[in-house]
């Protein structure tokens, strides 16, 4: 079983490559866990509907109305805490 931090990294791993594939990132190796994707334009509001329907989809849990919230979904970070935190 992997541990937190592994599962941590895996997860951030998969949220990089999902970004990279479907928005407009120049590096997504430079992309920083922490940097901001809205800020950055990388996510506009529209992509912030594909980015929850990617958790939903590929971590099998439900992004409910109350947790879309920018701690949530703005970093890479963010989300990969996001999903550990529903996942436990």
Not at 40 to 54: K, R
Not at 73 to 86: E, F, H, T, V
């Amino acid at each position: 079983m992997l541990s937190t931090k592994d599962r941590a990294e895996t997860c951030k791993d998969q949220i990089r490559a999902f970004l990279a594939s479907n928005f407009y990132i120049a590096d997504a190796d430079a992309l920083e866990s922490h940097t901001s994707l809205l800020d950055q334009g990388i996510v506009d509001s529209a992509g912030v509907l594909e980015v929850i329907g990617f958790i939903e989809e590929t971590f099998g849990i439900t992004v409910e109305d109350s947790e879309l919230l920018p701690e949530n979904l703005d970093s890479i970070q963010g989300i990969a805490q996001y999903i550990l935190r529903k996942q436990n």
